[in-house]
Protein backbone atom coordinates (compact mmCIF):
# COMPACT_ATOMS: atom_id res chain seq x y z
CA UNK A 1 0.00 0.00 0.00
CA UNK A 2 2.72 2.50 1.03
CA UNK A 3 4.22 1.90 -2.74
CA UNK A 4 0.94 2.00 -4.57
CA UNK A 5 0.25 5.69 -2.72
CA UNK A 6 3.33 6.87 -4.86
CA UNK A 7 4.15 10.57 -4.89
CA UNK A 8 0.87 11.24 -2.48
CA UNK A 9 0.87 13.54 0.31
CA UNK A 10 -0.26 11.05 2.88
CA UNK A 11 2.54 9.06 2.29
CA UNK A 12 4.59 11.66 4.12
CA UNK A 13 2.19 12.31 7.05
CA UNK A 14 2.87 7.73 8.19
CA UNK A 15 6.69 8.25 6.76
CA UNK A 16 7.39 7.96 11.03
CA UNK A 17 4.59 5.48 12.09
CA UNK A 18 5.74 3.05 8.47
CA UNK A 19 9.01 2.97 9.36
CA UNK A 20 8.29 2.14 13.03
CA UNK A 21 6.56 -0.80 12.07
CA UNK A 22 8.66 -1.80 9.38
CA UNK A 23 11.38 -1.91 12.21
CA UNK A 24 9.01 -4.46 14.49
CA UNK A 25 8.17 -6.28 11.24
CA UNK A 26 11.82 -6.57 10.31
CA UNK A 27 12.94 -7.70 13.92
CA UNK A 28 9.97 -10.48 14.15
CA UNK A 29 11.13 -11.86 10.31
CA UNK A 30 14.35 -12.39 12.00
CA UNK A 31 13.46 -13.72 15.03
CA UNK A 32 10.66 -16.69 12.39
CA UNK A 33 13.94 -17.12 10.47
CA UNK A 34 11.70 -15.62 7.66
CA UNK A 35 14.11 -12.45 6.84
CA UNK A 36 16.09 -13.23 3.26
CA UNK A 37 12.78 -15.17 1.51
CA UNK A 38 10.63 -12.41 3.03
CA UNK A 39 13.38 -9.67 1.38
CA UNK A 40 13.29 -11.29 -2.11
CA UNK A 41 10.01 -11.32 -2.60
CA UNK A 42 9.86 -7.08 -1.60
CA UNK A 43 12.76 -6.75 -3.81
CA UNK A 44 11.00 -8.39 -6.70
CA UNK A 45 7.50 -7.17 -6.11
CA UNK A 46 8.23 -3.86 -4.22
CA UNK A 47 11.54 -2.64 -5.08
CA UNK A 48 10.57 1.25 -4.46
CA UNK A 49 9.47 0.02 -0.36
CA UNK A 50 12.24 -2.07 0.12
CA UNK A 51 14.64 1.08 -0.90
CA UNK A 52 12.59 3.07 1.70
CA UNK A 53 12.58 0.16 4.59
CA UNK A 54 16.62 0.43 3.50
CA UNK A 55 17.00 4.30 4.40
CA UNK A 56 14.31 3.97 7.20
CA UNK A 57 15.17 1.03 9.16
CA UNK A 58 19.08 -0.13 10.53
CA UNK A 59 18.56 -3.36 9.35
CA UNK A 60 22.57 -3.87 10.37
CA UNK A 61 21.57 -3.45 13.94
CA UNK A 62 18.41 -6.08 13.62
CA UNK A 63 20.71 -8.91 11.95
CA UNK A 64 23.46 -7.92 15.08
CA UNK A 65 20.79 -8.50 17.60
CA UNK A 66 19.10 -11.69 16.71
CA UNK A 67 21.83 -13.26 14.14
CA UNK A 68 20.67 -15.79 11.92
CA UNK A 69 22.68 -19.30 12.89
CA UNK A 70 22.85 -22.02 9.95
CA UNK A 71 21.57 -25.37 11.42
CA UNK A 72 24.50 -27.23 10.90
CA UNK A 73 27.49 -29.36 12.86
CA UNK A 74 28.84 -25.82 14.25
CA UNK A 75 25.01 -24.61 15.45
CA UNK A 76 25.94 -25.35 18.58
CA UNK A 77 28.70 -24.12 19.36
CA UNK A 78 27.86 -20.86 17.65
CA UNK A 79 24.79 -20.77 19.37
CA UNK A 80 26.66 -20.61 22.89
CA UNK A 81 29.15 -18.25 21.84
CA UNK A 82 26.11 -15.89 20.90
CA UNK A 83 23.44 -16.49 23.26
CA UNK A 84 25.09 -16.71 26.58
CA UNK A 85 21.40 -16.91 28.23
CA UNK A 86 20.12 -20.60 28.05
CA UNK A 87 16.28 -19.28 27.76
CA UNK A 88 17.60 -17.36 24.70
CA UNK A 89 19.60 -20.76 23.65
CA UNK A 90 16.15 -22.64 24.00
CA UNK A 91 14.05 -19.87 22.45
CA UNK A 92 16.38 -19.84 19.36
CA UNK A 93 16.74 -23.56 19.25
CA UNK A 94 12.86 -23.84 19.18
CA UNK A 95 12.61 -21.66 16.43
CA UNK A 96 15.52 -23.18 14.38
CA UNK A 97 14.42 -26.63 14.59
CA UNK A 98 10.83 -26.05 13.22
CA UNK A 99 12.09 -23.89 10.89
CA UNK A 100 14.30 -26.47 9.66
CA UNK A 101 11.54 -28.91 10.08
CA UNK A 102 9.04 -27.27 8.17
CA UNK A 103 11.43 -26.17 5.27
CA UNK A 104 12.70 -29.84 4.60
CA UNK A 105 9.52 -32.21 5.48
CA UNK A 106 8.26 -32.77 2.02
CA UNK A 107 11.19 -34.14 0.89
CA UNK A 108 12.03 -35.51 4.15
CA UNK A 109 9.09 -36.88 6.11
CA UNK A 110 11.43 -38.64 8.46
CA UNK A 111 11.95 -35.74 9.82
CA UNK A 112 8.51 -35.14 11.51
CA UNK A 113 8.84 -37.10 14.24
CA UNK A 114 11.77 -35.52 15.69
CA UNK A 115 9.43 -32.25 15.05
CA UNK A 116 6.87 -33.82 16.91
CA UNK A 117 8.55 -34.18 20.16
CA UNK A 118 9.89 -30.29 19.40
CA UNK A 119 6.37 -29.66 19.74
CA UNK A 120 5.48 -32.11 22.92
CA UNK A 121 8.90 -29.86 24.75
CA UNK A 122 7.22 -26.53 23.69
CA UNK A 123 4.06 -27.46 25.44
CA UNK A 124 5.90 -28.79 28.34
CA UNK A 125 7.53 -25.80 28.53
CA UNK A 126 4.36 -23.29 28.38
CA UNK A 127 2.66 -25.60 31.51
CA UNK A 128 5.75 -25.48 33.37
CA UNK A 129 6.63 -29.40 33.14
CA UNK A 130 9.95 -28.64 32.39
CA UNK A 131 13.15 -27.00 33.58
CA UNK A 132 15.06 -24.70 31.07
CA UNK A 133 18.21 -26.84 31.35
CA UNK A 134 16.09 -30.33 30.50
CA UNK A 135 14.47 -28.30 27.80
CA UNK A 136 17.91 -27.46 26.51
CA UNK A 137 19.29 -30.96 26.60
CA UNK A 138 16.53 -32.49 25.02
CA UNK A 139 16.24 -29.65 22.07
CA UNK A 140 20.18 -30.14 22.14
CA UNK A 141 19.64 -34.37 21.50
CA UNK A 142 17.18 -33.11 18.25
CA UNK A 143 19.61 -30.82 16.75
CA UNK A 144 22.22 -33.35 16.83
CA UNK A 145 19.85 -36.08 15.33
CA UNK A 146 18.78 -33.79 12.59
CA UNK A 147 22.84 -32.95 11.76
CA UNK A 148 23.45 -36.57 11.86
CA UNK A 149 20.96 -37.17 9.58
CA UNK A 150 22.41 -34.83 7.15
CA UNK A 151 25.59 -36.41 7.50
CA UNK A 152 23.98 -39.60 6.27
CA UNK A 153 22.50 -38.20 3.90
CA UNK A 154 26.13 -38.20 1.85
CA UNK A 155 25.91 -42.41 2.07
CA UNK A 156 22.24 -42.71 2.15
CA UNK A 157 19.07 -41.86 -0.08
CA UNK A 158 15.73 -40.59 0.87
CA UNK A 159 14.12 -43.43 0.33
CA UNK A 160 16.89 -45.92 2.51
CA UNK A 161 16.51 -43.52 5.52
CA UNK A 162 12.92 -43.76 5.62
CA UNK A 163 13.29 -47.61 6.24
CA UNK A 164 16.57 -47.25 8.13
CA UNK A 165 15.61 -44.40 10.89
CA UNK A 166 12.40 -46.23 12.70
CA UNK A 167 14.57 -49.47 12.87
CA UNK A 168 17.54 -47.82 14.68
CA UNK A 169 15.21 -46.05 16.74
CA UNK A 170 14.45 -50.02 17.78
CA UNK A 171 17.77 -52.09 16.91
CA UNK A 172 20.18 -49.38 17.02
CA UNK A 173 23.17 -48.45 14.30
CA UNK A 174 25.17 -51.48 12.59
CA UNK A 175 26.63 -51.79 9.61
CA UNK A 176 24.60 -55.22 8.55
CA UNK A 177 21.21 -53.51 9.01
CA UNK A 178 22.15 -50.79 6.84
CA UNK A 179 23.74 -52.75 4.11
CA UNK A 180 20.38 -55.28 4.56
CA UNK A 181 18.29 -52.22 3.43
CA UNK A 182 20.22 -50.85 1.01
CA UNK A 183 19.86 -54.45 -0.65
CA UNK A 184 15.86 -54.19 -0.23
CA UNK A 185 15.59 -50.80 -1.72
CA UNK A 186 18.16 -52.11 -4.44
CA UNK A 187 15.63 -55.40 -4.92
CA UNK A 188 12.67 -52.95 -5.38
CA UNK A 189 13.84 -50.60 -7.72
CA UNK A 190 15.50 -53.52 -9.86
CA UNK A 191 11.54 -55.00 -9.47
CA UNK A 192 10.10 -52.00 -11.38
CA UNK A 193 8.25 -51.29 -8.18
CA UNK A 194 9.17 -47.63 -7.13
CA UNK A 195 8.29 -46.05 -10.36
CA UNK A 196 7.82 -42.67 -10.81
CA UNK A 197 4.02 -41.93 -8.68
CA UNK A 198 3.83 -45.80 -7.57
CA UNK A 199 3.14 -44.51 -4.34
CA UNK A 200 -0.29 -43.45 -5.88
CA UNK A 201 -1.04 -46.54 -7.14
CA UNK A 202 -3.19 -49.18 -4.78
CA UNK A 203 -1.86 -52.04 -5.89
CA UNK A 204 1.96 -50.94 -5.98
CA UNK A 205 1.80 -49.78 -2.61
CA UNK A 206 0.44 -53.09 -1.38
CA UNK A 207 3.12 -54.72 -3.18
CA UNK A 208 6.01 -52.79 -1.29
CA UNK A 209 4.61 -52.93 1.57
CA UNK A 210 4.23 -56.58 1.33
CA UNK A 211 8.22 -56.42 0.56
CA UNK A 212 8.96 -54.39 3.37
CA UNK A 213 6.60 -57.16 6.01
CA UNK A 214 8.77 -60.14 4.73
CA UNK A 215 11.77 -58.09 5.40
CA UNK A 216 10.84 -56.84 8.84
CA UNK A 217 9.70 -60.75 9.78
CA UNK A 218 13.32 -61.97 9.20
CA UNK A 219 14.20 -59.47 11.83
CA UNK A 220 14.59 -59.28 15.61
CA UNK A 221 10.81 -57.89 16.71
CA UNK A 222 7.89 -58.27 18.59
CA UNK A 223 5.20 -58.00 16.39
CA UNK A 224 4.24 -54.53 18.21
CA UNK A 225 7.59 -53.13 17.34
CA UNK A 226 6.98 -54.69 13.77
CA UNK A 227 3.50 -53.28 13.12
CA UNK A 228 4.62 -50.09 14.53
CA UNK A 229 7.97 -49.84 12.62
CA UNK A 230 5.85 -50.78 9.66
CA UNK A 231 3.73 -47.97 9.75
CA UNK A 232 6.33 -45.03 10.66
CA UNK A 233 8.03 -46.88 6.89
CA UNK A 234 5.39 -46.56 5.28
CA UNK A 235 3.97 -43.12 6.27
CA UNK A 236 7.83 -42.03 5.39
CA UNK A 237 8.31 -43.71 1.64
CA UNK A 238 4.96 -43.03 0.44
CA UNK A 239 5.17 -39.72 1.44
CA UNK A 240 8.72 -39.68 -0.76
CA UNK A 241 7.90 -41.82 -3.10
Known amino acids: MFEFLGAHPAKLKYKGEFAALTEIYYTYLHRKRD ?5 KYVKKYFPKTLEIIHKS ?3 GRIQQLFPIITLDEAYLEKLESTYPDLEQRVYN ?7 FIYME ?12 RVNKIIREIREKKIKTEEAYQKLKQSIEEVNDIQQRRKEL ?7 LLPLEKTMGKSQQLMGSVKTLIKELENEGTLFLGWNRKTETTRKVGLKIRRFLRK ?9 QIFKEIMDALTKIG
Open 35 to 39: FEETE
Open 57 to 59: VDI
Open 93 to 99: MVFDLRK
Open 105 to 116: KSRTPYLETIGE
Open 157 to 163: NSRELSI
Open 219 to 227: LKLTFEERE
